[in-house]
């Protein structure tokens, strides 16, 4: 009997120590030191989502929306005028006058392996400026900002439209010409420029040209955004300042204060939606992250995209919203929806969610005692059993 007694408690003894004994991976804790932590436990204040909450959030949504924009140089697209800068080519023409004029006829490089006519240039998109060196037919306004022309010398060709530009050579010219017709244009706009970067299908740099451009023209002549793109925060930093715009409410609700003119230097990134992420956790039936739809996600849309609310675990009076974490982690927002109240359906559908929110799904008493069973239970039967071999 007393074998009996000591086979069994060996066998009592290896079960309980079978973390450290049975096959698979796992963590020896021996080397870890952990310090008991002697703070209180931090207190967090919760409200309750009902409809003066709801009422809150949309109000103040509808006044960030209005947010400062960048200032402009010309208060409206029909104002726009563009005015000549240094590596501008242009292209001159003095009519009766071939000596003066631009050759027609002959080709100039592009600074590629390629060469194109004059004619071929003046059909260029004004968006795509011509790479590389100078055009040895072409006027390029030098560093100083001024141009060569015969019989007229060296003038200042920067800070002037071409019609500017154009009275001044006829000007020079009238003394040698007898009322000289002349005509300025701009071959390769070459001195002014944006950038374009991140989610769009072809980042780069576009050229200023006397077609203005907007916010959504760039993304548009970027080749359009990728399946990734965030468009309700695209980036423009201006004079070293970064602006938000939010180019879907252009697109969607027609807001044209969100589709800014835009000017030589800024700089536009398209980012991506890792940011625009949800986090749905606790007793659902599919935990998962999702994105914002176009700017707007809901607690439905939520719930609903990670299957529902499991019906036997979760706790319908426990649906929290845990809110501002990553910029501020001691102090986050917490809120709480009752969803066995008659009006939960419609504030779910109501309350919107912010960018790296966590929906967290309460567990139901019940099942919280039940799955403490679960584990006790093996251990209980065991030593029963044992209890009964020593017997």
Do not use: W
Request: hydrophobic share 35%.
């Amino acid at each position: 009997m007393n074998k009996l007694k000591l086979t069994a408690a060996v066998a009592l003894s290896a079960f309980v120590s079978a973390c450290a004994t049975a096959p698979g991976n796992y963590l020896d804790t021996s080397s870890l030191k952990e310090e008991p932590s002697n703070q209180p436990q931090q207190q967090y204040k919760v409200h309750l989502i009902d409809a003066q909450l709801v009422m809150q959030q949309a109000q103040a949504a509808a006044a960030a929306a209005k947010q400062d924009l960048p200032p402009s140089k010309f208060s409206s697209p029909s104002n726009y005028v563009y005015h000549l800068a240094p590596q501008d080519i242009l292209g001159v023409t003095v009519y009766d006058h071939p000596e003066l004029s631009t050759p027609q006829g002959s080709t100039f490089s592009t600074g590629g392996n390629t060469t194109q006519t004059v004619g071929q240039a003046l059909t260029q998109p004004y968006t795509s400026a011509l790479p590389g060196q100078a055009d040895p037919y072409g006027q390029t306004v030098a560093s100083d900002g001024t141009i060569y022309f015969p019989f007229v010398g060296r003038i200042m060709a920067a800070g002037k439209t071409p019609g500017q530009l154009r009275d001044r050579l006829a000007s020079g010219l009238g003394p040698y010409v007898k009322n000289p017709q002349v005509d300025v244009r701009v071959l390769a706009y070459r001195s002014q420029k944006i950038q374009v970067t991140g989610d769009v299908k072809t980042p780069g740099p576009l050229a200023m040209s006397d077609v203005p451009l907007t916010l959504v023209d760039a993304i548009t002549r970027s080749g359009g955004t990728t399946d990734n793109a965030d468009i309700n925060r695209v980036r423009l930093t201006r004079n070293g300042k970064l602006y938000v715009l939010d180019a879907n409410r252009m697109l969607d609700s027609g807001d044209a204060t969100q589709n800014v003119m835009l000017q030589d230097g800024d700089i536009i990134n398209v980012p991506d939606r890792s940011d625009s992420r949800v986090f749905v956790m606790g007793e659902v039936k599919t935990p998962m992250q999702t994105a914002l739809i176009r700017g707007n996600l809901t607690i439905a849309d939520a719930l609903t995209q990670a299957g529902g609310i499991l019906d036997t675990d979760a706790n319908p009076r426990q649906i929290f919203v845990m809110r501002g974490m990553k910029d501020n982690p001691t102090q986050p927002d917490i809120y709480r929806l009752d969803m066995t109240k008659p009006d939960a359906i419609m504030l779910s559908s109501q309350f919107q969610l912010k960018p790296l929110d966590v929906v967290y799904v309460g567990t139901a008493a019940s099942t919280t005692f039940n799955r403490v069973l679960q584990q006790v239970l093996p251990t209980v039967q065991t030593v029963f059993y044992l209890k009964q071999i020593t017997r």
